[in-house]
């Protein structure tokens, strides 16, 4: 039943839980009520299975004069049946069979109709969800396994269910020690090409790989496995598709009427109006409902920039500025205020993952202090900067050793995440491996000393499937990983050492407690052009004992370098990306080594290492009274 409240609440672009009065809810004594939102629309009424695909028989009635909204009680329909909306638009000039907007379940693409769903079923990650709240917590170990659920594995050319994708990719995140799934959009989508990122069903689970209690299954297992889900989520840009959010009711409805502000020119899709209320209802309604409904433990958005700039991807004739003449979108920095606001007021214990790429600020900061609210932000600028770097032969880096040392002069303005995502391999770019210059040897040992570099820098990390394990190609949606390649011993190699990575990072405070706090790092050297060498130490809270990271990012081995440490003491060595487990040459420090009391790096005790070439050394300090 809509009430006034809700009716208040959605024209202020306040309600949170537009799905429990909108779309279809079947009735247990039969039949099912509709409600959607056609302001403009002459006509609307439910075509469907139930009864032949007839307009005529089951229209539905203005709620009232000012709401926009049109409802009624249908008899007949049961679960599973497909229907559309045959809308009319004004004068009757527009004819249109729309999907429902708040749809729970759809067609299987490319058919575009949506289903009469029910969404009831037996959870049983309660343990899980008592204990998230540490496990999301800012200071928690946080390494997340981006994934495209079509393309990660196949059998025999099928794509995996969500049911069977559980227990591979649990099975898999396990071995490897990530502590979070992140999802490409699964949001319904009609072109599979788009990835996810074209979404017309913001309520239903893509029908490719099963039902929504089949994802729920999905969530429910991987939580049951200690894995938090994290879905990629779009409020964007919506596709132009006839079927869809588009000209919904014969009129510029979800979207702006001006192309300059309502078409994106980057990806032909459109842009959605965040002035009007009822389009933050919607919006806010569909984050919440994928929280709430499949106990998502959290939402990466998508192109958060393309939102906050008027002129984002455009010319300078071809944008509106704002009322004050900028090019701020100021609609869409409320909306995501007001996102942010309600998600942490109705789940403290999840994360939002802003995928912002320009140097807003205060994107990761609280709405209270002038903030966007989010937990985290993707660190683009850490992205570019360092695949930038390691793609230059090594010969060339000392020249722009800056590249790889800048991140560290902003890394604590922000609550940042590392990614190296789908994005870094597609379109031409070619895999993370290919990337990486030299022959055989020294791309993977190119690649190995990225990887750790960045487990080792502040921040928590993102990484994209197959980049765990060298894959050789560039990503296609088509197919699957080269899974056979984990049968070398050189990929088999880059495998084991990310699984070694995360456990690593999970096993050490200093490795993450502190990722966005600079009391959590410390230079110890990051001007030696010459050698090409970084260091660095990471620091835990209170007792935690730091470490230090050696990286040497050319391949001559350095013997005898010296680094000032904050501690006298035993220095172990618990990492090291050369070690011929990893398809490395094996050059160590034999454990560890004891530090001098020689001054070095303004510290009055310093060690002595041997630096592997093109790898990443790590060692901790070892109270004097362990040894």
């Not at 049983?124 to 079509?150: C, F, T």
């Not at 001054?599 to 040894?627: A, I």
């Amino acid at each position: 039943m809509i009430t006034d409240q809700d009716l208040y609440l959605f024209a202020e672009g306040t309600h949170a839980r537009l799905h429990d009065r909108l779309g279809c809810h079947l009735l247990p004594q039969g039949g099912a009520d509709f409600a959607v939102w056609a302001p403009n629309a002459e006509a609307v009424s439910v075509i469907g299975e139930w009864n032949g695909w007839d307009p005529s028989a089951d229209r539905l009635v203005r709620h009232d004069n000012r709401s926009g909204l049109w409802h009624g009680r249908v008899a007949g329909v049961q679960r599973g049946q497909v229907y559309k909306y045959r809308v009319i638009g004004p004068g009757r000039h527009y004819t249109v069979d729309k999907a429902d907007p708040h749809a729970f379940a759809t067609e299987l693409p490319p058919a575009t109709g949506s289903r009469a769903w029910t969404l009831e079923y037996d959870w049983n990650d309660a343990e899980w969800m008592r204990d998230r709240k540490a496990r999301n917590a800012l200071g928690a170990p946080v390494s997340i396994y981006e994934v495209h659920p079509g393309s990660w594995r196949r059998e025999d050319g099928r794509m995996l269910g969500y049911r069977e994708l559980a227990h591979a990719l649990a099975d898999y995140v396990t071995e490897m020690g990530f502590t979070h799934v992140e999802l490409m959009p699964i949001t319904e989508h009609p072109f599979y090409g788009s990835w996810g990122y074209q979404t017309t069903g913001y309520f239903a689970p893509t029908a490719r790989y099963g039902t929504p209690q089949d994802f729920m299954y999905f969530v429910d297992h991987l939580h049951q496995r200690g894995i938090g889900v994290l879905l990629d989520w779009v409020p964007s840009h919506f596709p132009t598709d006839e079927h869809g959010l588009q000209y919904f009711d014969g009129t510029h409805l979800y979207e702006h009427a001006d192309p300059r502000q309502g078409f994106h020119p980057d990806w032909n899709s459109s842009i959605f109006n965040y002035g009007r209320g009822e389009v933050r209802s919607f919006l806010i309604s569909s984050a919440l409902f994928w929280l709430e409904t499949y106990h998502l433990d959290g939402l990466r958005v998508d192109a958060v920039a393309s939102m906050l700039y008027l002129d984002y991807g455009r010319k300078h004739d071809e944008w509106i500025p704002n009322r004050h003449g900028g090019k701020e979108n100021l609609d869409a920095i409320q909306f995501l205020r007001a996102l942010n606001e309600a998600v942490y007021r109705e789940h403290p214990d999840v994360m939002t993952v802003a995928e912002e790429s320009t140097a807003w600020p205060q994107v990761s900061r609280p709405t209270s202090s002038g903030g966007l609210g989010f937990g985290m932000k993707w660190n683009m600028g850490w992205m570019h900067d360092t695949l930038a770097f390691m793609r230059d032969d090594p010969i060339h880096r000392k020249y722009h050793l800056g590249r790889l040392t800048f991140s560290l002069i902003y890394a604590f303005n922000e609550n940042f995440v590392l990614p190296l995502s789908h994005d870094e391999v597609v379109h031409g770019k070619g895999s993370l491996l290919d990337k990486m210059p030299g022959d055989p040897w020294r791309k993977f040992a190119n690649l190995r000393t990225l990887l750790s570099l960045m487990w080792t820098h502040p921040g928590k990390k993102l990484l994209f499937m197959g980049g765990e394990f060298g894959q050789g190609r560039e990503w296609t949606h088509e197919g699957q990983l080269e899974w056979q390649l984990t049968d070398l011993q050189e990929h088999r190699g880059v495998q084991r050492m990310v699984a070694q990575l995360n456990a690593l990072m999970r096993r050490e405070p200093a490795l993450h407690e502190m990722d966005f706090s600079p009391e959590g790092f410390e230079w110890v050297e990051a001007h030696d052009a010459e050698a090409t060498v970084i260091a660095f130490i990471r620091y835990g809270r209170g007792g935690a004992e730091p470490v230090l990271v050696a990286i040497n990012l050319t391949p001559m081995p350095r013997s005898a370098y010296r680094l000032g440490v904050p501690r006298a003491g035993h220095w172990r060595e618990i990492f090291n990306s050369d070690a011929q487990d990893y398809g490395g040459s094996g050059w160590g420090n034999l454990g560890g080594v004891s530090s001098k009391p020689a001054p070095c790096h303004g510290r009055e005790h310093s060690v002595e290492l041997t630096l592997p070439p093109l790898s990443t050394v790590v060692l901790k300090h070892e109270p004097q009274s362990d040894r």
